[in-house]
């Protein structure tokens, strides 16, 4: 069975994946075979338990976070193409990528898109702001328990207003963009592996 | 004019005759000044006699010390010199400058017919080198190396050996071709050679790097090779010198080499880390000692350094590893002023050390016993150049296949430049012993030559070729807590589609360290609450203590809003003194006796230009500041009861250090304007501090908080809230009056801040973040 699945892919959906993302033979059969593997119910699609399942996953503080941006808008299951669309976020830059294309649009792991993709596992309200209480949540997921809240809301403060410019207590994408811009994110967010 | 044995001392001015030490006698013979008939139990005091010296030389006595100490001098003497000077410390390297100082002292003594000291390699290694590294070691910033290792480790490791066996092998092609002069010399004699000379320095890379402000990546790359191929250097040097006494030289010979690499570089970083942990370990327990806290850490890291000398592993690498390991421990342990107080000295030391090597370096050019070859010399010099860049260029291929971010020809041309020899080639070669290497004067020669070249050449045409090719310069920028926060946030990202990807790859090992160290390792070696302290809380309180420090050295105690009875914000003119604007509702002999307080007593802080270099020290006139302060807040402590009733303020809450800490952090009428940042002192610390954005929003809050609004439950979230109190008696003279409210923890914060030392004071020890409620 999954050799046909793996077949299957290979033959509609492979070409896509490739010319889509730029995806290299070998990475898809990698990170295929590790879809499988999480998919328990093998039915082609991964629900939000399998990636629960995953053990690192639920020690990590962002974990059911990142878990939701892989499934779009509304759904429960996500097949291997979104998967990949998702993971594409990941891959490094490469330095031939950007120069050509630029009428295309713009490739997912660009620079942009890369902060983007962080901008939204903030703004979980997608009103393309993090407000205070936004900031707040994350903040305490990454913090744990023994922090007052009091203190974590002064950390807060302080960081939206180191970060806002347009003076709406809030901080938006683009001051997001600013705020990170000595921070090489082309590096901090691509993994080796998906090169 | 006694010894303690009675017997008569030598008197200044040498002995004096017929004063010799003579058995304890009779009284009468020691006592010079007795002019008694009857001194002779045979003693020779026929003799004339000198009068008493009233003053004398005696030079021998307090030589050593005494010129060491000259020594020292005239290096800070150069360094205050330059800074005069600016012109010339623009184009020329301070490296450069020095060694022309050394140079011409070298020529002076010379001339004057004394024989110049050369820099012998004991002095150099035990005891000018050790407070480079370690300086370099403590402040490494940790996140670029540890993320650039694999780089760094291959061309510390890969290509020192490709420059040491290169070029030994060419100059012995060299050497064969080379006529006479040169045959004799063997191939293991050059090969020794060639590692002597292949290791790029890290004091002239510290030296030189430092002013030309490249960016982080280049420096660390660079700077790290530096620092690591000490293992291969030791190693190949130990290697050859023994091999050359050696008749053969057998495979098992070599194998056992390759394997004393790997005990050489692993064997240090054992010892530092063994003896970073022991230091992180004694300072849990330094929170009654607070003034030896600093001698810890110098300490511990020199005997890392000792012991692995002694062992002949690595000793720059032991020296790092102590460092990065303890240091955050320590600092979650010691106390504020320790904490200086290891930054400046480190940074004193590392100064007067460098400069001393260079100078030294001149001198011994001048002293030492030269045999000047020419084909050797200048085929040393060019085939050393070419070995570096092939081996950048072939390294950087290499390792480009494995980078995310790949280093561009720019990049590689800045690295094979930046490869600069030092003190460390020339110790080498003056440590090799004549009876095996006979050439030893030639190969000095050709190792000072290769060093003055690549510090004057390279040195002094490396920031115009930086600025032609718009490399990219290092930013000035301060971590701000978003950083922080979001760098954090990508990480735990990352981590997490590491592991939906199944892939082990960077991130996963980092947060595998991350959660160990917080499990087990912190709760050993940070003493108290601050094992349970998250990183991004330690970054923020650091963050707001230095903010608040800022506060404070620039005189920001007056400027504090202080409000009576209504809410704490007020408008505040950055420029003007705030005493000078309008204080709603505040009585006339009231203000009077506020301004006359504060006028009296505010410290007046010195302000610093602002200048960028590592050596940078700035005053910490808070310091004292703060601890009048406390005093006199001490004093009115018993009367605060009674002025509650005056004050209109809400009901007393009580809140943890930290927020009141916070709170004061957080306001942001509180904070310099920017306006006069060219006047603030500025802290280099590591992380530097942060600018003060939210001080540009001053002027837009000003219309916001004009009006006199009753004082609200949100008070506390403005701020330092400033209240006035009356003095209750004439003695009370209180330089800072802050609210009632904020009394025990603004008392907290006080305590933390100053840290007095051996003042018995109640709660004297805390560390300079108290332990959390």
Sequence with gaps: KMFSDTAFVRDESQEDITTEHSVSHSQITRLYSRFTSLDKGENGTLSREDFQRIPELAINPLGDRIINAFFPEGEDQVNFRGFMRTLAHFRPIEDNEKSKDQNGPEPLNSRSNKLHFAFRLYDLDKDDKISRDELLQVLRMMVGVNISDEQLGSIADRTIQEADQDGDSAISFAEFVKVLEKVDVEQKMSIRFLH | ?773
């Design chain 2, 1 to 773: 004019m006694l010894t303690s044995e009675g017997q008569p001392a030598p008197l200044p001015g040498g002995d004096v005759p017929g004063f010799t030490p003579a058995p304890p006698a009779a009284p009468e013979e020691i006592h010079p000044l007795k002019e008694q008939p009857a001194n002779g139990s045979g003693e020779g005091h026929a003799k004339p006699r000198k009068a008493f010296p009233v003053i004398g030389i005696d030079y021998t006595h307090v030589r050593i010390p005494f010129e060491i100490s000259l020594w020292i001098l005239l290096a800070c003497l150069m360094k205050l010199g330059f800074h005069v000077i600016p012109s010339v410390s623009s184009i020329v390297p301070e490296s450069c400058l020095l060694i022309v100082v050394g140079l011409l002292v070298g020529g002076l003594i010379k001339g004057v017919g004394e024989k110049p000291p050369i820099l012998k390699s004991d002095i150099f290694f035990l005891f000018l080198l050790p407070p480079i590294i370690l300086d370099a070691g403590y402040f490494l910033p940790l996140r670029p190396f540890t993320e650039n290792l694999g780089t760094i480790l291959i061309f510390a490791v890969v290509g020192t050996l490709w420059n040491a066996f290169f070029l030994g092998g060419l100059m012995y092609a060299v050497c064969q071709l080379g006529g006479p002069g040169l045959n004799h010399i063997g191939l293991l004699a050059n090969l020794l050679f060639g590692s002597i000379i292949s290791a790029v320095d890290p004091v002239a890379v510290l030296a030189v790097f430092e002013e030309i402000h490249i960016n982080e990546l280049l420096h660390i790359l660079v700077f790290g090779e530096s620092l690591l191929n000490d293992a291969v250097t030791v190693v190949l040097y130990h290697l050859f010198e023994e091999f050359a006494s050696f008749e053969q030289v057998t495979i098992l010979d070599i194998i056992l080499g390759f394997f004393s690499f790997f005990v050489v570089s692993l064997g240090g970083v054992l010892v530092g880390v063994i003896y970073g942990v022991i230091a992180a370990f004694t300072s849990r327990f330094t929170s009654h000692i607070r003034v030896i806290e600093p001698l810890f850490v110098f300490l511990y890291s020199y005997m890392a350094y000792l012991s692995a000398e002694l062992f002949h592993l690595s000793g720059i690498m032991a020296l790092i590893a102590a460092g990065v390991v303890m240091r955050p421990y320590v600092e979650a342990n010691i106390s504020h002023k320790s904490h200086t107080t290891i930054k400046y000295f480190l940074k004193m030391w590392s100064s007067v050390s460098e400069t001393l090597i260079f100078i030294f370096l001149g001198v011994s050019t001048v002293a030492g016993h030269h045999y000047w070859n020419w084909t050797f010399v200048i085929s040393t010099l060019f085939f050393c150049l070419i070995a570096r860049v092939l081996g950048v260029l072939v390294l950087t291929w290499f390792i480009n296949k494995f980078r995310i971010v790949k280093l561009t020809p720019k990049d590689q041309f800045i690295i094979a430049y930046g490869g600069l020899r030092g003190a460390i080639a020339f110790s080498l070669g003056y440590l090799l012993d004549y009876k095996h290497f006979g050439m030893r004067d030639m190969f000095l020669t050709a190792i000072i030559t290769v060093i003055f070249f690549t510090v004057f050449v390279q040195g002094m045409t490396i920031r115009p070729l930086v600025d032609l090719l718009a490399v990219k310069k290092k930013q000035e920028t301060k971590r701000s807590i978003n950083e922080e926060i979001h760098t954090q946030f990508l990480d735990h990202l990352l981590t997490g589609i590491e592991d939906i990807c199944g892939h082990y790859g960077h991130h996963h090992w980092k947060d595998k360290l991350n959660r160990f160290n917080k499990k087990y390792v912190k709760k050993c070696l940070i003493a108290g609450e601050r094992s349970k302290e998250p990183q991004l809380i330690a970054f923020y309180h650091k963050m707001e203590m230095k903010q608040a420090i800022e506060l404070v050295e620039s005189g920001g105690i007056g400027k504090i809003p202080s409000a009576v009875s209504t809410v704490s914000i007020q408008n505040i003119n950055p420029q003007s003194l705030p005493l000078e604007r309008v204080l709603p509702a505040l009585s006339k002999d009231k203000e009077e006796e506020i301004r006359k307080i504060l006028r009296t007593n505010l410290q007046k802080t010195r302000q610093r230009l602002r200048s960028y270099n590592r050596h940078t020290l700035v005053a910490d006139p808070y310091e004292e500041a703060w601890n009048q302060m406390l005093l006199r807040r001490q004093k009115a402590r018993q009367l605060e009861q009674k002025m509650n009733n005056y004050l209109t303020v809400p009901a007393h809450r009580v809140d943890s250090p930290t927020m009141s800490r916070a709170r004061i952090g957080s306001d942001p009428l509180a904070y310099e304007p920017k306006e006069d940042s060219e006047n603030l002192p500025i802290i280099t610390i590591d992380p530097a501090s942060p600018q003060s954005p939210e001080s540009v929003d001053l002027m837009s809050e000003e219309p916001k908080g004009c009006s006199g609004l009753p004082p609200s439950p949100e008070e506390d979230e403005e701020g330092l809230v400033m209240r006035v109190k009356e003095p209750s008696s004439p003695g009370t003279d209180d330089v800072f009056t802050p609210g009632a409210s904020d009394s025990p923890s603004n008392q907290r914060m006080l305590r933390c801040l100053s840290d007095p030392g051996p003042r018995p004071e109640p709660e004297e020890g805390e560390p300079f973040i108290p332990k959390g409620q």
